[in-house]
C-alpha cells in the first residue's frame, strides 16, 4: 500500500507562486501515474493535474491550464505541483494521489485510488 506525505502549502497573495510536493513511500513508484486533486468547503474533490508513470504525459484542468505544473522525479519518489498566478478561486486544500493502474497514464480522476492527508493552499486577495 502507498503512503504519500504533501508538503509546500502555505497563505500567499494573489499572483504569488507555490510549489507542492509529495513524497510516495510503500511501491514502486515510478510505475504509476500519479497526481494532484483539491478540495474547496462544500465542493467535490476536484481533479486539478495528472501525470503518467513515466513523466511523459500531463493533462491539467482547464482553470489551471498555463498556471499550474506537475512533474514527477522518479529518483526521489517525488511528485510536484508548480503553482504560478495564483488566484483566491485556488483556495483549497491540496491533496496528493497515485494511480492504481500499472504504467497508468493519469488523465482521469477514476485512475486513482490513494491519497496523502492534504496541504493547506490559502490564496488572499
Known amino acids: 500500500q502507498v503512503q504519500l506525505v504533501e508538503s509546500g502549502g502555505g497563505l500567499v497573495q494573489a499572483g504569488d507562486s507555490l510549489k507542492l510536493s509529495c513524497v510516495a513511500s510503500?511501491?514502486?513508484?515510478?510505475?504509476?501515474?500519479m497526481g494532484w486533486f483539491r478540495k474547496i468547503p462544500g465542493k467535490e474533490r476536484e481533479f486539478v493535474a495528472g501525470i503518467s508513470f513515466d513523466g511523459g504525459l500531463e493533462h491539467y484542468v482547464d482553470s489551471v491550464k498555463g498556471r499550474f505544473f506537475i512533474s514527477r522525479d522518479n529518483a526521489k519518489n517525488t511528485v510536484y505541483l508548480q503553482m504560478d498566478s495564483l488566484k483566491p478561486e485556488d483556495t483549497a486544500v491540496y491533496y496528493c494521489?497515485?494511480?492504481?493502474?500499472?504504467?497508468?497514464?493519469?488523465?482521469?480522476?477514476?485512475?486513482?485510488?490513494?491519497w496523502g492527508q492534504g496541504t493547506q493552499v490559502t490564496v488572499s486577495s
Open positions: 510503500g511501491r514502486t513508484f515510478r510505475t504509476y501515474a
Open positions: 494521489s497515485a494511480g492504481v493502474r500499472l504504467y497508468g497514464l493519469g488523465k482521469t480522476p477514476d485512475e486513482y485510488g490513494s
